[in-house]
């Protein structure tokens, strides 16, 4: 589906990603680790058919403007127990397209089709793994509570709990501190080309250098997040 929005981008939503047509994986790999390699340097492709997100429980978004894509986010749905969960697979956005609201839009796409219906959750998990305290700001930005917490956050203990469960269905072969949620060596041989800082949060910033100063090392994150998605509200009926 493309919907064309102002500004001359257009947003391309999979909200089943095993759906993707086998004719268009290709290119959609292609642009996708074409734009890691503008973030990050790496040795070799991140995303791949080995390696793939065209699953059912995974949905991609993407961002084009003047034909060429410039943005992507996948996430992927599990549940723990009675709790809906969505995680962040991956998202980056072309060098030269920062600072747009690139991650937003295809966050409230992707959102819309997940929640959107009048019977969704009132309330979610978002999660995902990092070492990017920009990534970390526009995560929590979407949440009411974040684990682990930065400054003053303020969360439920339940909440630790959950976030180690979902960073050991996630990820089974990887060591969690449990303290910090930094996961070492999760990425490898893969560098920012440009360490990213939120430049508007210096605690963040300072954080995350203190926190994981190993260009490899990475925090996984789980906060609860209210549907503003939800048609419910619209769907019932009026008194009076």
Not at 48 to 72: M, N, Q, R, T, W
Request: aromatic residues 8%; contains cysteine; charged residues 20%.
């Amino acid at each position: 589906m493309i919907a064309t929005q102002p500004g001359a981008v257009t947003s391309e939503l999979f909200q089943i990603a095993s759906e993707v047509p086998e004719q268009r994986r290709d290119a959609v790999l292609e642009s996708i680790n074409s734009i890691i390699d503008t973030n990050w340097l790496t040795e070799e492709k991140f995303w791949s058919h080995e390696h793939s997100p065209f699953k059912p429980d995974h949905g991609i978004v993407l961002l084009h403007h003047g034909g060429e894509c410039v943005a992507y986010l996948i996430i992927q749905r599990l549940a723990v127990a009675s709790t809906s969960v969505i995680y962040l697979s991956g998202t980056a956005v072309r060098d030269t397209h920062r600072g747009r609201g690139s991650f937003k839009r295809m966050f409230d796409a992707a959102m819309t089709a997940e929640f959107g219906h009048p019977a969704a959750p009132a309330e979610f998990c978002l999660c995902w793994r990092t070492r990017n305290p920009v990534i970390y700001v526009l995560g929590r930005a979407q949440c009411r509570s974040v684990v682990p917490a930065i400054s003053d956050d303020t969360h439920a203990d339940d909440l630790d709990d959950l976030c180690l469960r979902l960073a050991a269905t996630l990820y089974p072969r990887q060591a969690v501190e449990k303290t910090t949620m930094v996961m070492r060596g999760a990425y490898g041989r893969l560098r920012y080309r440009d360490e990213p800082t939120t430049q508007t949060s210096p605690d963040v910033d300072r954080w995350f250098a203190q926190t994981i100063p190993n260009s490899a090392d990475a925090v996984f994150f789980a906060g609860l997040a209210s549907n503003r998605w939800s048609r419910r509200r619209a769907a019932l009926p009026t008194t009076g």
